[in-house]
């Protein structure tokens, strides 16, 4: 589910948007969807075609003369050209990423220490997780990108922007879990408006009042701009749901229950370990490892710096958020998003702490003379960038990995967009485009043109899957309309599937290795299938993990790749009716 939807009324539902259940908030959506509006109204009456183009070829990288990708301009209006639309899209999320990273490294420079603020922008530019973190439209994602926002405006004193970024997170984003995120913000701006009547330093900016009415102002203000958020967000899911709902209160209830997560998979610890020495390698040690070296100073160090508290109040929020999501059954990689730019910062604290601690050993057991040569400031922060080099060149390295190995279900969606919008062009008729276990790395709809409609055969997979939305949306009404139901227990509905007979072209995983007794399950459908044949018109290659050693299978290497790397074939199929 995403934008796509409230900008065509069409897309998947899922059942989470089902109007009994009402899990998220449209209020998260809206904001890209006026986004992808202004886009469409630039291509289609500003931008000359050339320049669309010259965009198309920087954004999707592709070769824009092949014949499936040529759609000629009396069919269509550029905006139609919906991948392109998503790639811009996804490149206004990594511009907003790069401004919320920019503001958080900015306010580390001004308020704590230049050396920190960059060793955190080296790691956040190389660090894999960001790669992808930052471009993703996901609650976690929305919930990073704030959640910097916030805490560069508390290291600013700001609290009161501070606050307001963190209640959008919370409600705005519709992710009610975050708010433990933000708790440390709260507590923060509370403790300082009542040191700051107590010592007399603000009473230019309130009055004079007492170190209570200081607190009592900051907890009404708090309460006024939350109610004022809440009430909007009720307005936009009145006006999409066609009743008053609390899809915050909703999703906390659901999860409350206990069990529901466990539904869609469970896994060891040992996957959240996985993912961060992927995506931060040696970096997330350092990261994790802070706040007890940095405890350990400010024990042996009195008295404590104002720069020590704003990095607490930088480093805390990620130990409560892996307190609170590690322990969960179940676990997914984009529930550490949130914690990315802490890891980060962690990194730099730790590693600025050891280059101090090692600095001042040095100092001591050298002579008096040589005292004066010791590292200087401008040679420490060298020192710690070239430390860092080696973990950057592994993460570009990983990043390499993930763009050449694992792109394949993007290339495909974009190739099928082209053809099946040239068969529309001469037909006319309406297209199914069907998958199987594959059903998953659907990328969004944006990938089919209208009147084209994804469609699901029978796998392995018994899980529930998402169906087309009809035009009443997520309100009441639309539970007459869809022929499907749903359900909050990850129940397979049956009604979900539709048969071969009906599917224009076929998307499918194969092996290379595969016959006629391990063949995937839409080529037994298609190799059954009395009412047509069937041909291969595409295919890309996708890493064979099982098949490709460990190292080549994390990391990209430019040498020794032939013979170890091995790929299976993402494959496109169409009919040919007989």
Request: proline residues 5%; hydrophobic residues 40%; aromatic residues 12%.
């Amino acid at each position: 589910m995403n934008s796509f939807s409230l900008i065509s009324l069409s897309g998947m539902q899922t059942w989470e948007y089902a109007p009994q259940f009402a899990l998220r908030t449209y209020a998260y959506l809206l904001p890209m969807a006026g986004v992808a509006k202004c886009y469409q109204a630039l291509l289609d009456h500003v931008l000359p075609s050339s320049f669309i183009q010259h965009i198309q070829r920087l954004l999707m990288l592709t070769d824009l003369s092949s014949a499936a990708t040529t759609i000629t301009a009396a069919t269509t209006l550029p905006s139609d050209n919906k991948p392109l639309l998503f790639a811009l899209l996804r490149s206004s999320l990594s511009i907003t990423s790069c401004y919320a990273e920019l503001s958080f490294v900015s306010s580390i420079h001004d308020t704590i220490h230049p050396h920190i603020a960059y060793l955190t922008a080296f790691i956040q530019l190389c660090a894999t997780g960001n790669f992808h973190a930052h471009q993703a439209y996901l609650p976690s994602s929305t919930v990073m990108i704030l959640w910097q926002l916030s805490v560069a405006n508390q290291f600013r004193g700001y609290h009161g922007y501070a606050i307001g970024w963190g209640l959008l997170a919370v409600l705005g984003v519709g992710w009610p879990f975050c708010a433990v995120l933000f708790v440390s913000t709260g507590c923060w701006a509370l403790w300082v408006a009542f040191i700051n009547e107590v010592s007399g330093g603000d009473s230019s900016k309130h009055g004079k009042q007492t170190p209570y009415r200081a607190v009592a102002h900051v907890l009404i203000r708090t309460v006024f701009h939350a109610i004022s958020i809440q009430a909007l967000i009720f307005a936009i899911d009145y006006h999409y749901y066609g009743r008053f709902v609390s899809p915050i209160w909703n999703i906390f209830s659901y999860n409350a229950r206990g069990g529901g997560d466990e539904l869609y998979g469970i896994e060891p610890l040992s996957y959240y370990i996985k993912n961060i020495a992927l995506n931060f390698n040696v970096v997330g040690i350092l990261g994790i490892v802070s706040l007890p070296i940095l405890s350990v100073k400010m024990l042996m160090k009195q008295p404590s710096s104002t720069a020590n508290h704003l990095k607490l109040l930088g480093l805390i929020p990620m130990y409560i958020w892996m307190a609170i999501v590690l322990p969960r059954p179940h676990k997914e990689e984009r529930f550490l998003f949130p914690i990315y730019p802490m890891l980060s910062f962690g990194a730099a604290i730790t590693l600025d702490e050891t280059l101090d601690m090692t600095t001042l050993i040095l100092s001591r057991i050298r002579s008096k003379k040589e005292h004066q040569a010791r590292i200087n400031s401008k040679s420490r922060l060298m020192f710690g960038l070239v430390i860092l080099c080696p973990m950057a060149i592994i993460s570009i390295s990983r990043s390499m990995a993930l763009h050449h190995y694992y792109t394949a279900p993007l290339a495909l969606y974009h190739d099928l967009f082209h053809r099946t919008s040239n068969e529309l062009a001469s037909s006319g008729e309406g297209l199914y485009v069907c998958t199987g276990g594959e059903w998953y790395r659907f990328p969004s709809s944006f990938f089919l043109p209208h009147n084209v409609q994804l469609s699901f055969l029978k796998s392995s997979f018994g899980g529930q899957l998402p169906q087309p939305f009809t035009a009443h949306g997520s309100k009441v009404e639309s539970l007459e309309a869809q022929s499907g139901r749903f359900n909050d227990a990850n129940e397979e509905e049956m009604d979900r599937y539709t048969n071969i007979s009906k599917c224009s072209f076929v998307i499918e995983m194969v092996s290379r290795t595969s016959d006629e007794s391990n063949n995937p399950e839409c080529l037994q459908y298609m190799a059954a299938d009395a009412s047509g044949s069937w041909s291969r018109i595409s295919s890309f290659k996708y890493l064979d993990a099982e098949a490709t050693p460990t190292l080549h299978r994390i990391l990209y290497l430019p040498f020794g790749r032939e013979g170890k790397v091995q790929y299976m074939e993402y494959n496109l199929y169409s009919r040919s009716k007989v």
